[in-house]
């Protein structure tokens, strides 16, 4: 078994819109990688003019909001930082190497890579007079509303990655029951190299192939 994978296109972000697009990315693979019987909702993103869906599991928005909130007080440990987060899908087969002792290995069979790259809010210098604080205020707004914009165009370039990564490469998949395949979304930790910490090193190298712990 092949271990497809696939890298998303970098994202620049500011601190306070890592949530909602966190949420859109990780739901919309989700959403186009869970073969069980689900109520699909859409979800309007809170800073962004984009709707995702979600495969309407509260479980699984649990489990997404927790990860975003450890990413979230890791960028404010490690500002202005490029970073990734890494979404794996996996099958486990058991295998009995002695008689006392069972052994649970994993195979990893997808790998989602999501690059972002964390900024800092622009800070405007102060002006004395009324007229420029106008100014500012003006140019500030007239900032944001570009960036937001393209990060809005780039998001969408993102989920139609996604769209067609999960629409061409099905060969892989594993034959699971009907339910939510196994996966982990592993995040920078604070012993990390260049925002991931060896064990994620380890399997990002082992990726193109098959792997267990």
Request: charged share 25%.
């Amino acid at each position: 078994m092949n271990c497809e994978t696939c890298q998303l296109k970098e994202l620049e972000l500011e601190p306070t819109e890592i949530r909602d697009v966190l949420r859109c990315i990780l739901h919309t693979i989700f959403f186009h990688r869970t073969l069980s019987l689900v109520r699909p909702k859409d979800v309007d993103c809170d800073f962004l003019e984009i709707t995702y869906v979600q495969c309407g599991l509260p479980e699984l928005e649990k489990e997404v909001d927790e990860k975003i909130d450890q990413f979230t007080a890791w960028v404010e440990k490690h500002p202005n930082r490029r970073s990734q987060i890494c979404l794996s899908f996996f099958d486990e087969k058991h295998r009995h190497p002695g008689w006392f002792v069972n052994k649970t290995e994993r195979i990893y069979w997808e790998q989602w890579f999501i690059n972002l790259h964390i900024m800092s809010p622009k800070r405007y210098s102060k002006s004395n007079s009324s007229k420029g604080l106008t100014n500012i205020g003006a140019n500030a707004l007239e900032e944001t509303s570009t960036r937001r914009a393209a990060l809005e165009s780039s998001i969408n370039e993102v989920l139609f990655q996604i769209i067609n990564f999960a629409n061409e490469k099905k060969d892989h998949i594993p034959a699971i029951p009907d339910r939510i395949f196994n996966h982990e979304i592993m995040i920078p930790s604070s012993d990390s190299v260049f925002g991931w910490n060896t064990d994620v090193i380890r399997r990002v190298l082992n990726s193109g192939h098959p792997y267990s712990l």
